[in-house]
């Protein structure tokens, strides 16, 4: 199972909490690429011998590598990995894709906060928003509302992986 959405949308938030709800390992992707290069996405990011090419690479491998073990785990992964048709396909064939769709206005006032999270410039969050929502609705099988509270969150998210499709 994948949870998806922008930074800020709950992704860390909701998977932790369906990891322990469904005895499941969570793999979280910003910590799993700290865990290997030692930094921050914020700071991969930051970084002019990195810069976001490298951490989209790196979160690539990671969602990719994540999908591929054969113990069922709860992912939260990178926003960015919509973009990758790599990803998309990994996705579609080895997860369940619950995307965290958040308002804008919960988007900017979550993103200012948080050192793990990099900043953005004017208008490329609206940007990001525009490009990256028909990718998520390409991949998702289940969508929520990130602006609802957490508990509900929770409980719709395994109401709905739980429940049979008709």
Known sequence: MVVLGLMGAGKSTLASALADRLARPWRDSDADIEIVTGRTGRLIAADPTMGLATLHALEEAVLVGALASEAPSVISGAAWVVESPLCREA?????VVIWLHAPLALLRERVATGEHRRTYAAGELEALVARRTPMFESVADVTLDASLPADVLIQRAIDA??????
């Open 91 to 95: 996705m579609r064939r080895r997860a």
């Open 161 to 166: 992986i739980l429940s049979p499709t008709p």
